[in-house]
């Protein structure tokens, strides 16, 4: 997917990319519908909880602008940063807000992507359920329609289509490791969303019977050992750099103490594409979340442990676990650009 910034204004009778089978359905309680003479602009917002990123997705899949802005907790500060930045994204590039096919949002909890509510986003502030599609919809005056989608399963949108696969890939997870453990899933090119909508929650699998205690009230849970909290009380930076980084260049620098920690680290990470691989054999799992800045050598402690357990069993050695693995691309905000192809309505 091109990335590339525009620094001119768009044009907004740009030819209409929109792909053939996406109804443009609203959400029910507000906003309007898809006008298929549309172009296919579309902006994509990712709700984090100390920040919102937005991007402004051209009708060839590029990156042309992105905006940022802190996260206000609670349904009003999310509306509002929702709204500031597609009125920002479309204002700084000349591109009337009814030339959009669509505003797609990430947002953490559980999400209703029929009826555009959200609840249980506790670390944004929205405990009980809110349309939150119909408010960014009223919010920007009925004047572009509204899609909403749970962050993980935006962003394995946005991941599949940096996946450099020939033929594109339809079965893909997007493994965030981040302050906890848990993963995206398109299976045959379609979100996988659960029957409650919590599929891809792998962090509160048990990893370690009767192991570290967990919020969720399990012990052992993945979450424990494989998130950027876990690397936090393990190694705790001292220099102000992110934890992650800290660890993997102590460990790089020969400290012993450090290279156990990293390598139990990427044991409790390929545990989790394990999991992911022989429940759904998803042809790739990207790796996302904060402690991906790590990079490579995240990349390459993972493919280590999986080639060494590979080792130990034909059975894993015939999955090719190592091969399946990937990052998510440092110059590419996957969340963001999966919730532009959702407001475009290119998810199922």
């Not at 005056?141 to 996946?163: C, F, I, K, S, Y």
Request: net charge negative.
């Amino acid at each position: 997917m091109p990335t590339h910034a525009r620094t001119t204004p768009v044009d907004p009778t740009a030819p209409d990319v929109t792909p053939a089978g996406a109804t443009g359905a609203l959400v029910p309680a507000g906003g309007t519908p898809t006008d298929a003479g549309r172009a296919g602009w579309a902006v994509g917002v990712d709700v984090g909880g100390t920040k919102v990123l937005a991007v402004l997705l051209a009708a060839d899949g590029a990156v042309v602008a992105t905006h940022r802005v802190p996260t206000v907790p609670g349904p009003d500060g999310l509306v509002a940063a929702v709204r500031t930045c597609v009125e920002t994204l479309t204002a700084e590039q000349g591109l009337p807000l009814a030339a959009l096919s669509g505003v797609g949002v990430g947002v953490p909890g559980v999400v209703d992507p029929v009826t555009g509510t959200v609840e249980h986003a506790v670390n944004v502030g929205v405990e009980r359920p809110f349309g939150l599609a119909s408010a960014v919809a009223a919010a920007l005056a009925g004047q572009v329609p509204v899609r909403v989608e749970n962050d993980l399963n935006a962003a394995v949108v946005g991941a599949a289509h940096t996946v450099d696969a020939v033929p594109a890939p339809r079965d893909l997870a997007f493994l965030a490791l981040g302050t906890g453990v848990a993963a995206g899933l398109m299976l045959d090119g379609a979100l996988r969303r659960g029957a409650r909508r919590a599929a891809g929650e792998v962090g509160h699998l048990t990893l370690v019977p009767d192991g570290l205690p967990c919020g969720c009230g399990q012990r052992g849970c993945v979450e424990q050992y494989a998130s950027g909290s876990a690397v936090d009380v393990a190694w705790p930076s001292t220099d102000g750099r992110p934890a992650p980084l800290a660890l993997f260049a102590a460990a790089a620098a020969g400290d012993p103490r450090a290279v156990a920690v990293r390598d139990r680290f990427a044991w409790a990470v390929a545990g989790a594409v394990r999991i992911l691989v022989l429940t759904c054999d998803v042809d790739h799992v990207v790796l996302g979340g904060g402690v991906s800045g790590v990079g490579d050598p995240l990349l390459d402690a993972v493919r280590v442990e999986l080639g060494r357990e590979a080792a130990a069993s034909p059975f894993l050695a015939s999955l090719r676990l190592a091969e399946r693995v990937h990052l998510a691309p440092r110059d590419v905000p996957v969340g963001a650009v999966g919730a532009a192809l959702v407001g475009r309505g290119e998810v199922v």
